[in-house]
């Protein structure tokens, strides 16, 4: 129902709620707005992307409506320029955002689904490390997602990618659940490090040899870097403090694979057929998942759930969006 004096709008890709500059550019003309509150008129606006996506421009209508006829005309047509490119593929994290633990995140289904419905490429991005690639694809299934395998990437297997690819012989410091994807790899006489979340592991004899391998000029490979994450009680370290120890130690940098890493946002955003600036990364990380993907020139949504803490806020780059949880991102 439209109230006089109220101000509705609807935007053709993502709903109500949308994005950076794009909300900007579709509020109601202030002079539209004063004559139409003068009258006592209702008045909105609707706005049309008539181009593909990644175009700049959008034709945005600004109507007034009388008490008897409705609409009585169209004030304003606008061709505006964007400033920020229109969305195309929309990359989900998984833990912390659709799920948290063994709890679906309310409404994370109809999101995704909802997105697939407007058409939106969807990927799902993870950094998980104590769960293989299966694994991860099952807890997807299990709680309802419409996911194919094509459409998951994990940190692990842009780990190992890279080891293949390499040739190296990794010493490997990973979680006993992600073991069997590493274990068509020659780790004899290792020539490369490669260390992710794998808990207890993570001792001083373990990390003391990844120095020692990184010290003989050994390159290392961190499984994501992320600081924390939300455990079942209570935040946990993740495995970025440990990365950074062994390349502290050894005064190497670590190659990251997984998010921030831009090469692993690079490859996502390769899988589409959109360009960076197209995508939108949604995740709980203000630094690994918002502030990763906009320094690899994606768009960044952060949600207040999973490991959110109030102030991530003011650690996310400037434009990024921010939102109570994934199931508010078409509403
Ligand atoms: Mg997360």
Redesign the pocket.
Known sequence: MVVPGAVTSSVGILGERTFGELRGAVKVNPVTRRLAMEKGWQFGTTAWFLLPAGALFALVVEWVWSDSTAPVCALTIVIKNMGKQTIGAILF?????LYVDNDLVEGAVETVAEARKRGLTVRFVTNTATRGFEEIMGRLHGFGFDAAEEELFTAPAAAKQLIVKKGWRPYCLIHDAIKPDFADLDQNDPNCVVIGDARDELNYESLNKAFRVCQDGAPLIGIGMNRY?EGPDGLQMDAGPFIRAVAWASNIEPIVMGKPGGAFFDEVVASTSFAPGECLMI???AEA?VGGAMHAGLQGCLVRT??FQPGDEQVIPEGAEVIDSVADLFS
């Open positions: 994290d998984l833990s912390g955002v994450f995740g709980d990380d998942d999973g490991k």
